[in-house]
Nanobody, 125 residues
Framework: VERLVESGGGLVQPGGSLTLSCVAS????????MAWVRQAPGKPVEWISA????????YYADSVKGRFTISRDNAKRTVYLQLNSLKTDDTAMYYC??????????????????RGQGTQVTVSS
């Protein structure tokens, strides 16, 4: 059974940092591009970052570019998201997900059904 388990969220003050992790199981992790998305209450899901299967190509939404860093460790079957300079607008549930297509290249779309249970990030003073 394919599974993604996110962790690392929490309550942080504006300007603070967090590192999110997502551990994968049940599929060939090293063959898939991976992404992070988030959803704030009452808002649609927002794509924020992606990484190709080898880890050398990364992609960011303008809203997080320069503040967030995506990375992966294929040996640990884990994708990370480093969140720096956090803002109150970053408050959301954060999810990792597989790319919509097998092959390792980020296609611009996620397999929405692959999302894990998410990890809550709350930025507040």
């Amino acid at each position: 059974v394919e599974r993604l388990v996110e962790s690392g969220g929490g309550l942080v003050q504006p300007g603070g940092s967090l590192t999110l992790s997502c551990v994968a199981s049940g599929f060939t992790f090293s063959s898939w591009a991976m992404a992070w998305v988030r959803q704030a209450p009452g808002k649609p899901v927002e794509w924020i970052s992606a990484i190709n299967s080898g880890g050398w190509n990364t992609y960011y939404a303008d809203s997080v570019k320069g503040r967030f860093t995506i990375s992966r460790d294929n040996a640990k079957r884990t994708v990370y998201l480093q969140l720096n300079s956090l803002k109150t607008d970053d408050t959301a549930m954060y999810y990792c997900a597989k790319d919509a297509k097998y092959g390792g290249v980020w296609t611009g779309a996620i397999d929405d059904g692959s999302r894990g249970q998410g990890t809550q990030v709350t930025v507040s003073s």
